[in-house]
């Protein structure tokens, strides 16, 4: 899963070895502005790319942290273009 946010621009990653384990993929700066750096390390030198592991919990602690600061201002102009229901009903 992509996230851009103003925290920074993110890539959260399931891992296949542990399923309780999520890797989250970002510049270094975005990161430890969130984490502590002592637990961030590098995957991909030549992109600049660091990553730190979080347990489920954690990042579902980071993802509120990440939706309480959306800011709500740059939504005025926000128009759907085709209505998401349309008089459709399920049972």
Known sequence: MKISSVLGDF?????????DELLVLGS????VRIFDSGRT??????ESLFG???CKQECAEFMNKIIQDIDYHEWED???EKPIFNNQFQA
């Open 41 to 46: 390390f590098l995957v991909n030198r030549n």
């Open 28 to 31: 270094w700066k975005d990161l």
């Open 78 to 80: 926000f128009k759907l």
């Open 52 to 54: 730190i592991y979080l």
């Open 11 to 19: 890539k959260v990653i399931q891992t296949i070895k542990n399923r």
